[in-house]
């Protein structure tokens, strides 16, 4: 086993096999009380258990009801270290240790909410976000991807609440006010796919092992918007293999939710900005579908190897849409991702010698949340694309993913044994894979050193459109009508806001003419609107300030926060009011969004 410099545990010495929640869910005081029962294999003979904490408030560790000595130590940018005496315990043996504890002021995987920050406002709203390393924040373990385990969990939430997590749920059972939910994850997982999320949830559903849960006044939009999952999930088994884990649903949550979506085993959390009533977002779910395979099945080992999770899953999310829309929508989308998410990452957001903007990272004292961009996705997936374009067959490649994925399933792998597996498999083209820079790909900073070929076919209205606005003179840019505009796909219209983007900034009578033409911010596609954002915050538009500031307002999303806030923060100008909107928004938003934004300031 490899070391993981986010996880203090001991996770070489003795592992966690199973884990036994006990939690009462107190929307009161803001936090979970309870207990977790950790099962526990020792590896080799040791005495002690290590695991990962953040604030947790400690009440005692017992093993048989006999109490345990531990120790907390602190460990400044990851939280605590609790090294729990649990007696001489040898290799192979096992033994259940038990923990009563409650969650800290602010777990940093909780968000509660007040009821005015949901949809239809009835009551509170709880949910979690355990990747990267915030398992820890609410239940003490082995907070490594590395080490998985099953779960099992009995959950009590005052009885108008409806509680649901990444397990598969064995019902409820109402006592007073309270209501204790049961549930079961038989699949062995990381710790970062423990998941939970209380509030007022109905559900719809979509097929037989697909539904999708929301507030009451969304969830026919939302049932709308994803009616696709069921046929999503039928490629990526074709793709990928059978799906193992029972139920696939959706939950629609409030929108300080920081990501898309997220892939939580059985139910998929996901941002309720991706309801532009159209489906044109859809392919989040294809992504955080593709997740259960890779990421939840064959996971990264360390976060240092996270390329393994959302390459792999980016280019599956493509080759499900590619099976759904056409291999053309497949070559659009990796085509976009790579000039259009890639290269302003490492140009812009880095620079090209960057250490994040290599494929495998050092994670050494770097919180994971801090070193989160689209290089691990674009770049990742741009590698898998470019070896399947050497090794000149779609089929084969597929055929090599579904190795992988058989070989590795359950496991948690590094790149290495990844690059051993397809050394394995393609052992017939030997000299392919030679000529191939594995080295420069994996380890160096910067642009890929190939770029893989793309089907520009659907890319090149999009230049068109966009060149007319960016050379043309203001009588040109004045006759343009927003016809051609109006008939493309949201995806085309977002390629053309990048082609102008990139082109440079555009005068304020251009930025003032796009804007009246196009009406983009009464666009109910975000990506568009966001495009739109950058375009006018990079070139300093005044006018559009209010809507900026607005923006990061209603969307919680990291994706738009961190480029937004960023742009704001270093244009004099906006400064001021930017970090005076963030202060004011703050008490609404999530706890991760708080501390990296307050990182850019
Ligand atoms: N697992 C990620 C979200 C994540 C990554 C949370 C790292 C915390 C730490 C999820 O699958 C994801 O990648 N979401 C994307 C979807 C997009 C790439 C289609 C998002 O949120 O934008
Ligand atoms: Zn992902």
Redesign the pocket.
């Known amino acids: 086993m490899i070391a993981d410099p986010s996880s203090c545990s001991n996770f070489h010495e003795i592992v966690i096999t199973h884990i036994d929640l006990d939690w009462d869910v107190d929307f009161e005081s803001k936090r979970i009380a309870g207990s977790a029962e950790l099962h526990v294999n020792a590896l080799k003979r040791t005495d002690k258990l290590v695991l990962d904490g953040n604030q947790l408030v400690l009440k005692g560790f017992s093993h048989d009801d006999k109490p345990l000595n531990f120790s907390v130590d602190k460990n400044d940018l990851f939280g605590e270290k609790i090294t729990v005496d649990i007696g001489a315990i040898d290799e192979g043996q096992e033994r259940k240790i038990k923990v009563q504890y409650t969650t800290g002021e602010s777990a940093s995987a909780l968000q509660f909410l007040d009821k005015e920050l949901t949809k239809d406002k009835e009551l509170p709203f709880l949910f979690s976000?355990c990747?990267?390393i915030h398992a820890r924040s609410i239940v003490p373990c082995m907070d490594t991807p590395g080490i998985k385990q099953s779960y099992s969990a009995k959950v009590s939430v005052p009885s108008l609440f409806t509680c649901l997590m990444s397990a598969v749920g064995e019902g409820s059972e109402v006592n007073g006010d309270k209501t204790t939910y049961t549930f079961k994850q038989p699949v062995p997982i990381p710790a970062?796919l423990l998941a939970i999320v209380a509030g007022r949830l109905e559900k719809k559903v979509i097929s037989d092992r697909c539904a999708v849960w929301a507030e009451p006044s969304v969830v026919d939009s939302a049932a709308y918007e994803f009616a696709d999952t069921e046929k999503m999930l039928k490629a990526a088994e074709d793709l990928a293999g059978p799906y193992v884990w029972g139920r696939y649903d959706l939950v629609v949550l409030p929108p300080s939710f920081?990501?898309?979506?997220?892939?939580n085993p059985c139910l998929t959390f996901v941002?309720p900005s991706l309801l532009a009533g159209d489906r044109s977002l859809a392919?989040?779910v294809?992504?955080?579908i593709a997740?259960s395979w890779t990421?939840n099945l064959v996971t990264n080992a360390t976060w240092e190897h996270?390329w393994l999770?959302?390459g792999f899953?980016?280019f599956l999310?493509r080759k499900i849409m590619g099976r759904l829309y056409g291999e053309g929508h497949r070559q659009f989308a990796a085509l976009t991702g790579y000039e259009d998410n890639l290269l302003p990452c490492i140009h812009d957001q880095f620079n090209p010698c960057h250490p994040y903007t290599k494929l495998i990272t050092d994670l050494k004292n770097v919180d994971?949340?801090d070193s989160?961009s689209?290089v691990p996705?674009e770049k990742g997936s741009a590698f898998l694309m470019y070896i399947e374009q050497q090794i000149g067959s779609n089929e084969r490649f597929e055929q090599f993913l579904k190795a992988y994925l058989a070989k590795f399933k359950y496991q948690a792998v590094t790149t290495d044994m990844w690059k051993a597996c397809l050394e394995e498999f393609f052992a017939d083209k030997k000299a392919v894979l030679d000529n191939i820079d594995f080295h420069k790909w994996l380890n160096d900073p910067g642009v890929p050193p190939n770029k893989p070929q793309y089907d520009e076919t659907l890319v090149e209205a999009c230049r068109k459109l966009a060149k007319k606005w960016v050379d043309g003179s203001d009588a040109d840019v004045n006759a343009i009508t927003k016809d051609d505009f109006t008939t493309m796909t949201s995806a085309e219209k977002v390629k053309v806001l990048q082609c102008i983007r990139t082109a440079g900034p555009l005068s304020t009578y251009k930025l003032e003419a796009l804007d009246r033409t196009y009406s983009l911010l009464s666009s109910r596609n975000c990506e568009i609107k966001f495009a739109w954002l950058q375009i006018a915050v990079k070139a300093r538009w005044s006018q559009v300030l209010p809507a900026a500031l607005q923006f990061v307002t209603t969307y919680g999303?990291?994706?738009y926060l961190r480029p937004l806030y960023r742009n704001l923060f270093s244009w004099p100008e906006a400064r001021n009011q930017a970090i005076a909107q963030f202060q004011q928004n703050i008490p609404s938003m999530h706890p991760?969004s708080v501390q990296v934004i307050k990182r850019l300031m």
């Not at 920081?258 to 892939?263: K, L, N, V």
């Open positions: 976000q990747q990267s970062y920081p990501f898309g979506g997220m892939e941002t392919n989040v294809a992504h955080e997740h990421g996270f999770n959302e899953t980016v999310e994971p949340d989160y689209v996705y999303r990291l994706k991760i």
